[in-house]
C-alpha cells in the first residue's frame, strides 16, 4: 500500500488549461501545489497566451490524442505508480474529458491508492453555464461517478443534482446525491445560503455523514482562477490529512489570504507569487463549524 502522510512527498498529475500570463488552470493549480511541497506532473488541455476573460488571447487548444500521448511518455519513464492523484478542471471538450478518465484508469490500474479530484468547471451564478453544450452532461454523467473528490462551486452543485438549494439542509441533501453516486469528498465553494450574511462567503466541506462550513469576508475583486487554486489546494491537504475539516479550513485560509493580498495590489491577476508565503502559512485561519 502506498503511504500518505505529511512526511512524505505527494506526486499529482495535473490535467488543465494554461495560461502563459496570469495565473488559472494549471498555471495557478500547479505553483500552488508544488509550493506546499507536492511534485506535480502538468498536461495542459489548452496553451493560451492569457485567460479568455479578456476578451482576446492566443494560442491552441489540444485534442485528447494530445493529452493521451503525454500520459504515454509519463507511463514510459515507469513512474506512475508513485502519482498519489489526478486533478482535472475546465474541460474544452468531451475527448479531452474522456481522456482525462483514461488518464485516472491507468494510474489507478499503476497504484489503486491514487484518487481522482475533479473540479467540474460548468458556470457560476452571474454567466450561467458558459462551458460547451455536451459538457455539463459528461461532468454528471461520467466524471460524477468516476471522482473520490468533487469541487463544484454552488450553481454547479445545484446543476449536477438538478435542484436549487437555498438552505443550508437543501445543500447538505444536493451533497448527498452527488456522494451517493461516487465522490467520497465533496467541497462546496462560492456557497450563498439563507443564513449566509451579505458581507460573507462560505464553503463547505463534506465526507461521509459530517459536513464543516468555514464563513470567509467577502472581497471586494473579481479575479481568475481561485477556484483552480482552491481545488488543488484542498485535494493536496486532503491527501496528507484525510480530513475534509483541516482540507477546507487551510485550504480557504490559504486562498483567501492570496486574494487580500491581490485586493491590496489592485491587481486583475491574482498575486499568486508574490503572496506565495500565504499558500504555506496563512496570516489567519478561519474557524470551521460543523453542521
Keep these: 500500500m502506498t503511504p500518505t502522510g505529511a512526511d512524505r512527498l505527494l506526486t499529482v498529475l495535473s490535467i488543465q488549461s494554461h495560461v502563459a500570463y496570469g495565473h488559472v488552470g494549471n498555471a495557478a493549480a500547479v505553483f500552488a501545489m508544488q509550493r506546499t511541497g507536492v511534485e506535480v506532473w502538468p ?14 488571447w492566443k494560442g491552441r487548444v489540444f485534442d ?44 489507478r490500474a499503476a497504484n489503486p491508492d491514487a484518487v481522482y479530484c475533479a473540479d467540474p468547471v460548468i458556470g457560476d451564478v452571474e454567466r450561467g453555464v458558459f462551458v460547451r453544450p455536451g459538457i455539463p452532461e459528461l461532468f454528471r454523467d461520467v466524471v460524477v461517478p468516476a471522482a473520490d473528490v468533487l469541487t463544484p462551486n454552488h450553481f454547479e452543485l445545484d446543476h449536477l443534482t438538478g435542484t436549487v438549494s437555498r438552505t443550508l439542509p437543501e445543500v447538505r441533501d444536493a451533497v448527498a446525491a452527488l456522494q451517493a453516486r461516487g465522490p467520497r469528498a465533496v467541497l462546496v465553494t462560492s456557497l450563498d445560503t439563507d443564513d449566509t450574511p451579505a458581507g460573507a462567503v462560505d464553503l463547505l466541506a463534506a465526507e461521509g455523514d459530517r459536513a464543516y462550513r468555514v464563513r470567509t469576508p467577502r472581497l471586494g475583486l473579481s479575479v481568475n482562477g481561485a477556484g483552480d487554486a482552491i481545488a488543488a489546494l484542498f485535494l493536496v491537504h486532503w491527501l496528507r490529512s484525510r480530513s475534509v475539516e483541516v482540507a477546507v479550513r487551510h485550504a480557504t485560509s490559504a486562498v483567501h489570504a492570496v486574494l487580500a493580498a491581490t485586493e491590496r495590489a489592485g491587481s486583475r491577476e491574482i498575486t499568486l507569487v508574490a503572496a506565495q508565503d500565504q499558500l504555506v502559512r496563512p496570516d489567519v485561519l478561519f474557524d470551521v463549524e460543523e453542521v
Excluded at 490524442?65 to 507511463?75: F, K, L, N, Q, T
Design 64 to 107: 485528447g490524442p494530445a493529452v493521451d500521448e503525454v500520459v504515454d511518455g509519463i507511463a514510459d519513464r515507469g513512474v506512475l505508480h508513485r502519482c498519489d492523484g489526478v486533478l482535472s478542471g475546465y474541460l474544452g471538450s468531451a475527448d479531452v474529458g474522456h481522456a482525462v478518465l483514461a488518464a485516472v484508469a491507468r494510474v
Design 43 to 56: 498536461i495542459h488541455t489548452v496553451q493560451f497566451s492569457n485567460h479568455t476573460g479578456y476578451g482576446a
